[in-house]
């Protein structure tokens, strides 16, 4: 699929978790679809917005990588939450993916339930180049 408009497709990055202190993927679904989307080695995402609300409050993190943000990750939304406070951010670099993890997003947070929703587009890269060297 080309991607010569550079509009790319809608997704939708939703997670209601428990405990993310360790990591947790957040799946990813194209607009209007209830089927898991998994990036293709030639794929990344734009992510235009992330909604995040936490019983717990404290650091929290959405970041790429294999599971809880290290400095080794890429941090995408990093913040300090107060507790049953939704936040609101918007406007983010383009994020890369590696084939090799589950899924491109992970989030990590204070023990207790966290619901986080992440708006954006997937893109396919305009040279056909694999991009896991992004990650």
């Avoid at 428990?18 to 607009?31: K, N």
Wanted: hydrophobic content about 40%; glycine content about 12%.
């Amino acid at each position: 699929m080309s991607d010569g408009d550079d509009k790319g497709r809608p997704f939708v990055g939703r997670i209601h978790s428990a405990d993310a202190s360790g990591g947790v993927a957040i799946p990813l679904f194209e607009a209007g679809s209830s089927d898991q989307y998994t990036l293709k080695e030639n794929e990344y995402l734009v992510v235009s917005e992330i909604h995040i609300v936490s019983a717990a409050g404290g650091d929290t993190y959405v970041n790429t990588g294999s599971g809880a943000a290290t400095t080794n990750s890429s941090i995408v939304f990093r913040g300090t939450l107060a507790a049953n406070a939704l936040v609101f951010n918007g406007e983010y670099e383009p994020c890369w993916q590696s084939p090799d993890l589950g899924g491109p997003l992970y989030l990590t947070a204070p023990a207790g339930v966290v619901d986080v929703v992440v708006l954006g587009t997937i893109h396919v890269a305009s040279d056909g180049k694999n991009l896991s060297w992004k990650a």
